[in-house]
T-cell receptor, first 113, second 114 residues
Framework: DTEVTQTPKHLVMGMTNKKSLKCEQH?????MYWYKQKAKKPPELMFV???????INESVPSRFSPECPNSSLLNLHLHALQPEDSALYLC????????????FGPGTRLTVL | QKEVEQNSGPLSVPEGAIASLNCTYS??????FFWYRQYSGKSPELIMS????GDKEDGRFTAQLNKASQYVSLLIRDSQPSDSATYLC??????????????FGKGTKLSVKP
């Protein structure tokens, strides 16, 4: 299995909702990433997990809460989002955090109403 | 501030031509460079990695790296309409904050006309 999967593909939520995005990889990679991408912009790093520990939080608002239950899974919990948080949320993985080759999942298209 | 610069395009080439995509980076100590292809509405796909000066070829793609000039490029030979996408140049951050992470350029949109 050489791919990163993400669910759901699309998500519409209100500003008071709580939802979660899920990411899974079975490549034995020990680094996993969350990115946010707005239209016509490059991916913007949010969080990095290395060996299941949060290693980087790029000053992301607390309404985004990451979780890494095990080496294959990565979640992003969403609460009290704003309309400007609407974007494509991408998960990526790499063999380890010092290597640059990152492989992206298909993304979750999030719309906040 | 470490930067990766790309022309935003669009770059338009006829089918069968060579498409040349360019990227410059600000951090002289960078050692690892990547090209990602992103179709509209899809996620980035890694197509080339390059670590040493010179050329690296993979099928119709050739990546070129010149560390002295802080320049990396991607050539696409025999361009096809299916190559129409945004191409993101990425450079690995090798020291300091966010070490090991990628710094992305803004991407160049390529359009291949039949």
């Amino acid at each position: 299995d050489t791919e990163v999967t993400q669910t759901p593909k699309h998500l519409v939520m209100g500003m008071t909702n709580k939802k979660s995005l899920k990411c899974e990889q079975h490549m034995g990679h020990r680094a996993m990433y969350w990115y946010k991408q707005k239209a016509k912009k490059p991916p913007e790093l949010m969080f990095v997990y290395s060996y299941e520990k949060l290693s980087i939080n790029e000053s992301v608002p607390s309404r985004f809460s990451p979780e890494c239950p095990n080496s294959s899974l990565l979640n992003l919990h969403l609460h009290a989002l704003q309309p400007e948080d609407s974007a494509l949320y991408l998960c990526a993985s790499a063999q380890w955090s010092g290597i640059g080759e990152q492989f992206f999942g298909p993304g979750t298209r999030l719309t906040v109403l | 501030q470490k930067e990766v610069e790309q022309n935003s395009g669009p770059l338009s080439v006829p089918e069968g031509a060579i498409a040349s995509l360019n990227c410059t980076y600000s951090d002289r100590v960078s050692q690892s460079f990547f090209w990602y292809r992103q179709y509209s509405g899809k996620s980035p796909e890694l197509i080339m990695s390059i670590y040493s000066n010179g050329d690296k070829e993979d099928g119709r793609f050739t990546a070129q790296l010149n560390k002295a000039s802080q320049y990396v490029s991607l050539l696409i030979r025999d361009s096809q309409p299916s190559d129409s996408a945004t191409y993101l140049c990425a450079v690995k951050n090798d020291y300091g904050g966010s070490q090991g992470n990628l710094i992305f350029g803004k991407g160049t949109k390529l359009s291949v006309k039949p």
